[in-house]
Every structure is written in C-alpha cells, then in structure tokens.
C-alpha cells in the first residue's frame, strides 16, 4: 500500500475538482488525466495512487457526485 499515493490522490481531490464540474465523461477524464499528470511531476507513479483508490476515474466521479448531491440538499 502507497500512505504516499492516498494522500496525494485525496488532497489532489479536494483542492482540484471545482465545485461546478459536472459529471460527464470529459469532465471526468480530463480531471484524471490532469491529475496523473501532477502525481508524475512530483515523482508518484500511478501504481502509488491505483493500489488503493482501485479506479482513479471512479474516486473522481464519486467526488463530484457526493459534492453536488451535498449541494442539492
């Protein structure tokens, strides 16, 4: 397990996914693709985030899904 790669992913998160993306599948890839990207420039490899995280493209979805559904309620 990456201690390393969870809190890279969780921090990357919240600090990069804006309140008003939407849930569609551009908006989605483009934010994991982004991501990656960083995890690289800062020395993460993708095995460091996935082995915990399982599908970065999921946790990312799941985020904007459970933020806007905080807001609707």
Not at 27 to 56: C, N, P, Q, R, W
Request: proline letters at 1%; aromatic letters at 6%.
């Amino acid at each position: 397990m990456s201690t390393r790669g969870t809190n890279f992913l969780h921090k990357w998160i919240s600090g990069n996914v804006p309140e008003t993306v939407s849930a569609d599948i551009i908006s989605v890839a483009e934010l994991t693709h982004k991501l990656f990207a960083d995890a690289k420039a800062l020395g993460i490899k993708s095995v460091e985030i996935e082995e915990d995280a399982g599908s970065v493209y999921e946790t990312i979805l799941d985020a904007i899904v459970h933020h806007n559904a905080g807001l609707a309620g």
